[in-house]
């Protein structure tokens, strides 16, 4: 179980930086908290991860027709339109369940006045497990998607559009790729 939770960590850290830094603020007020209000911060820092993987792989190309693009705080609808979008992967409802309850427990820690040390322990180990296993699942899902295969994106990470130009751009002796968005005009550069 440590070497799943190390190895899946460090993928986490490496692709979600920002995501890993509230799990990881989580875990070190884990290691004072003594109050319920501690404990409650806690159910933020986990509620916040959880937001900020939504929006890291989530895309409005995404939404469904006829719905309404939801909220960047609406984690779980994010996650579940997202995996959606990538049809049936193996595990994939399961995790979506999982990412539910898991949002809904840091929301009631949040929440909770009386909030424990031993719930606080458990949102931070339920929500680091869920956001390793929804990180793996999104790693498969895009795995073969042509972007990432040659850049390492599938989206655009200044809007979030999947609507992804390649172009040259050529120098005398040196020629560049370099990969554009289509609506915001957001490029990457590559050599």
């Known amino acids: 179980m440590d070497d799943y939770l190390g190895e899946g960590g460090e993928k986490l850290k490496a692709a979600y930086p920002e995501v890993w830094g509230k799990l990881d603020l989580a875990t070190e007020q884990l290691k004072t908290a003594t109050q319920p209000e501690h404990y409650q911060a806690i159910g933020v820092l986990c509620r916040d991860a959880m937001i ?13 027709e006829g ?9 779980k609808a994010r996650i579940d339109m997202t995996l959606q ?22 929301m009631r820690l ?3 006045q009386d909030a424990s040390d031993q719930e606080a322990r458990r949102t931070a180990l339920f929500t680091t497990l869920a956001l390793t ?12 998607e042509r972007w990432v295969q040659k850049y390492g994106v599938y989206k655009c990470p200044a809007c ?22 289509t609506k915001c005009r957001w490029s990457s550069e590559f050599r």
């Open 160 to 181: 979030g559009s999947t609507e992804l130009q390649e172009d040259w751009f050529v120098e005398y002796d040196a020629g560049w790729q370099y990969l554009w968005c």
């Open 67 to 75: 719905q309404k693009l939801p909220a960047e705080d609406h984690a």
């Open 133 to 144: 296993e929804l990180a793996a699942l999104i790693e498969t899902a895009t795995r073969k």
């Open 52 to 64: 900020l993987f939504a929006n890291a792989i989530f895309s409005p190309d995404f939404v469904p």
């Open 110 to 112: 949040h929440h909770n």
């Open 85 to 106: 979008h990538f049809g049936q992967l193996a595990g994939s409802e399961e995790i979506r369940k999982l990412t539910r309850a898991v949002v809904a427990y840091a």
